[in-house]
C-alpha cells in the first residue's frame, strides 16, 4: 500500500477527503479543471471587454494578445489602456500596471506552504499562472485536504489553470472582433464580484477567518476615498494582521482549556 | 491611434509583464520549500479571506454600473451569493444562487 493509499484509508477522514487522497495526479488535473469551469462565465465577459477595450483605445491585434499572454492579469491589463488612453506618462503606466498586481506577492507568499517543495520548473509556470480564480480555488482546495501530496497539489493547480487562463485569451479576441455589439443591460459587471464571493464565502470556517474577512470589507469601505485602489493595501494587510490575531488567540484559549 | 508609439507600448507591455512575473514568482521562487517565519505564516493564512473581500465590498456597496449608486439588487445577490456559500460551501452553487437572485431582483426592480 502506497503511503498516500494508506493516508487515504485512516479513520477520522471525510469520505470526500479520502477521495481526493487517492486520485493520481492525471485524476487531480481532471478534477482542478472540471472545478473551475464555471468561472469561464466570467472570464468571458471580462475578457472580450478587454479585447473591446484595446481596439477602441487603438491597439493593434498584437499588442491586444501581447498583453493579455504576457500581463495576465486582467484589473492590471484594464489599468494600463486607461492610462494609455489618458496620454499619462511612460513611467506612470508601468508602475500602476505592476502596482495593481501587488496582491499577486501575497498570493504567491500564502503558497509556499502548500506549493513551495515543487519543482523549480513547476514553480515557474504555476507563478506565471497564478491569477485570482487559480489561487483561490487552489488554496481552497488545499486547505480542505491538507495531506494532499505535493504532486496532486500541482495537478489541481494545472487543471484549474487549462480551464481559465486560455478561456482568457480567447475572450479577448472575440471581443477584439467583435467589437461594440455587445449589449451592456446583461450586468456583467457583477459577475466577477460574485464570483470572488463564492470563492471567499467557504472559507469562512473559523472565527479568524470569518474576522479577517469582515476587517477587509469595513476596511475597504473605509479607505475607498484613496485613490487608484490604494485603499486595498490597508484594507488587506489589516485583515491579514487581524486573522493572525484572532488565531493565535483561540489558540491561547483552547490551550489554557487543556 | 494612441499617441504612443508602437516601440513605446511593446515596452510598456514587457515591463508590466515581467514586473507581474516577477511578483508572482517571488514568494514561491525564492523561499521554495524552506519555511518561513511563524507570524508570516499565520498572516498569510488569511490572505484569501483578506484580499478577495477587499476588491469586493466597494463594488458591492457602490457598483461601477450604477455610476456608483448603491443598487440593492447587488445587495441582495451579493447576499445570496455569501449566505449560499457559507451554507453549501460549494463555489459552484454560490455562484448560481448570486446570478439567479441578481437577475430576478434586476427584473422585478426595473
Known sequence: MSAQAELAASPHLSPEQSRALQRSPAQCVRHGFLQALPFILVLMPFGMLFGVVA?????????????????????????????????????VIIVSAIAVNLRMAMYSASLVPWLGAARPRDRAWIA???????YALSIQHYEKHPRLSIDQRVGYFLGSVLATCPVWVVAMLLGFWLGKSIPEDWALDFAMPITFLALISPMLRTP?????????????????????????FVAAPLAMITGAVVEALMERRNGARL | MTGYSDSTIWLIIVAVGLGTYGLRWSFLGIFGSRPMPIWAQRMLRYTAVGVLPAIVAPLVVWPAATHGEP??????????????????RNVLAAILAGMTVLYTALYFMA
Open chain 1, 208 to 232: 479568524a477567518h470569518v474576522a479577517a474577512a469582515l476587517v477587509a470589507v469595513v476596511g475597504s469601505l473605509i479607505f475607498a476615498f484613496l485613490p487608484s485602489g490604494l485603499g486595498l
Open chain 1, 55 to 91: 481596439s477602441e483605445a487603438g491597439l493593434d491585434l498584437a499588442q491586444t494578445v501581447g498583453f493579455t499572454v504576457l500581463v495576465l492579469a486582467g484589473a492590471s491589463q484594464f489599468t494600463a489602456v486607461q492610462l494609455l488612453t489618458d496620454h499619462a506618462p511612460v513611467l
Open chain 1, 128 to 134: 506565471y499562472a497564478l491569477i485570482d480564480q487559480s
Open chain 2, 71 to 88: 443598487d440593492p439588487a447587488r445587495m441582495i445577490a451579493a447576499v445570496a451569493a455569501v449566505a449560499v456559500g457559507v451554507l453549501t
